[in-house]
């Protein structure tokens, strides 16, 4: 069973920057992981995903350029750095972490272990 905790969502203007954090309970080395969001009325889609070593990554086309998704597998943390929020980014925040594969990528339905969410709010 592995727990996912997000922290760092808050409300920023426009332009502004915000970075979120998940701590894992077991060894994020051991698990492929991405973010997610899901806007009111939405559906839940990909953010960012990051192979097991880090050394891969995948963003959706919306925030390519302003977001960095990274890991620090010692502190068994994974980040996003967000800069330049749009009011678009608005949304409920999920890490996932999947133990099956080493890249999971953009696909909700593969992972197996889901964070509360944090929520992050920008305003224009």
């Known amino acids: 069973q592995v727990q996912l905790v997000e922290s760092g969502g808050g409300f920023v203007q426009a332009g502004g920057s915000l970075r979120l954090s998940c701590v894992a309970s077991g060894r994020t080395s051991n698990y492929a992981m991405g973010w997610f969001r899901q806007a009111p009325g939405k559906e839940r889609d990909v953010v960012a995903a990051i192979s097991r070593r880090g050394e891969s990554t995948y963003y959706t086309d919306s925030v390519k350029g302003r977001f960095t998704v990274s890991k620090d597998n010692a502190k068994n943390t994974m980040y996003l750095q967000m800069n330049s929020l749009t009011p678009e980014d608005t949304a409920v925040y999920y890490c996932?972490?999947?133990?099956?594969?080493?890249?999971?990528?953009?696909?909700?339905?593969?992972?197996?272990?889901w964070g509360q969410g944090t929520q992050v709010t920008v305003s224009s």
């Open positions: 996932a972490a999947d133990p099956e594969r080493y890249f999971t990528g953009s696909s909700p339905s593969l992972y197996g272990y």
